[in-house]
């Protein structure tokens, strides 16, 4: 059975500095490997989505890593920005046809102003 | 526009009763999924449905039950059997077969079990 896990639970960092989120997970056989933003009391956002054939995904300030044979991916923030502030969670998709989603826990992210 | 709403956003429940989560989406989506959250975890999966008329349990559907009667609706019910209900439900939809598999989510509903 997947598990994710992500560390640290909790980050805070001064404006404008860069910063990494880490998740892991524990079965490398993943379809994706997908990166979601929650705001306080709201639902999701996705934010980038890595297929199992790629490496690394861009948008805009984030940037997103998968390295399989580890099972490890990293959500890098550059600049980060007050309205950065929020939970990031990662989640593994299945090979299934359901594509289900193992999430791990989330990390708090605040930026101070 | 396009998306998924869920309703009530905010419901509170007496012990011993059922009650019932809204989601619609008007995306055209195949696919819909209940996921339940509480603070400081990620979200698990409950139910899920590919296709009308068809759903399948997630990692932790005993004391909830759905239907999905039209594409654009899969409600969720709480009944009284599921002991610790109070948390934050999510409903998302995804487009079966999608190269993308991008999930998209509602803005959830708080259900508290006084």
């Known amino acids: 059975k997947q598990e994710v896990t992500q560390i640290p639970a909790a980050l805070s960092v001064p404006e404008g500095e860069n910063l990494v989120l880490n998740c892991s997970f524990t079965?490398?056989?993943?379809?994706?490997l997908q990166w979601f933003r929650q705001d306080p009391g709201k639902g999701l956002t996705s934010l980038l989505l890595?297929?199992?054939?790629?490496r690394e995904q861009t948008s805009g300030r984030l940037n997103a890593s998968l390295d399989k044979s580890s099972g490890r991916s990293t959500l890098y923030i550059a600049a980060s920005q007050p309205g950065d502030s929020a939970t990031y969670l990662c989640?593994?998709?299945?090979?299934?046809?359901?594509?289900?989603?193992?999430f791990g826990s989330g990390t708090q992210l605040t930026v101070l102003p | 526009d396009g998306g998924i709403t869920q309703s009530p956003k905010y419901l509170f429940r007496k012990e011993g009763q059922n009650v019932t989560l809204s989601c619609e989406q008007n995306?055209?989506?195949?696919?819909m999924y209940w996921y339940r959250q509480d603070p400081g975890q990620g979200l698990r999966l409950i139910y899920y449905?590919?296709?009308?008329?068809?759903?399948q349990k997630g990692d932790i559907a005993e004391g909830y039950s759905v239907s999905r009667e039209k594409k654009e609706s899969f409600p969720l019910t709480v009944t009284s059997a599921q002991k610790n209900p109070t948390a934050f439900y999510l409903c998302?939809?995804?487009?079966?077969?999608?190269?993308?598999?991008?999930?998209?989510f509602g803005p959830g509903t708080r259900l508290t079990v006084l």
């Open positions: 998302a939809s995804r487009r079966s077969g999608s190269g993308t598999d991008t999930p998209y």
């Open positions: 079965d490398s056989a993943i379809y994706n």
């Open positions: 890595i297929q199992s054939s790629q």
């Open positions: 989640a593994a998709g299945d090979s299934g046809s359901a594509r289900q989603l193992t």
């Open positions: 995306l055209n989506h195949d696919a």
């Open positions: 449905s590919q296709i009308v008329n068809d759903f």
